[in-house]
């Protein structure tokens, strides 16, 4: 619905992924392999009767803008 921003985070050995709730109004302005800066703190995501670590992000902006 366009509300909030889902990231996977990638290095060559690990995958973290992000949530950033009500941050859709970035959605056109980050893309696949920009660098950017973010908040946020470590959480466990429920769902689905699976838990995984993710970031839940609080705020955002591009490295170089």
């Known amino acids: 619905d366009g509300k909030h921003l889902k990231?996977?985070?990638r290095t060559e050995e690990e995958e973290l992924d992000g949530?950033?709730?009500r941050g859709?109004?970035?959605?056109g302005?980050?893309?696949e392999g920009d660098s950017i800066d973010?908040?946020?703190g470590l959480e466990i995501n429920r769902?689905?009767?699976r838990e995984q670590l993710q970031?839940?992000?609080s705020d955002i902006r591009?490295?170089?803008w």
Do not use: P, Q, Y
């Open 55 to 57: 970031i839940k992000i």
């Open 38 to 40: 973010l908040v946020g």
């Open 7 to 9: 990231f996977s985070f």
């Open 29 to 31: 302005e980050i893309h």
């Open 62 to 64: 591009a490295s170089e």
């Open 19 to 21: 949530i950033f709730f």
């Open 47 to 49: 769902w689905n009767d």
């Open 24 to 27: 859709g109004k970035f959605a």
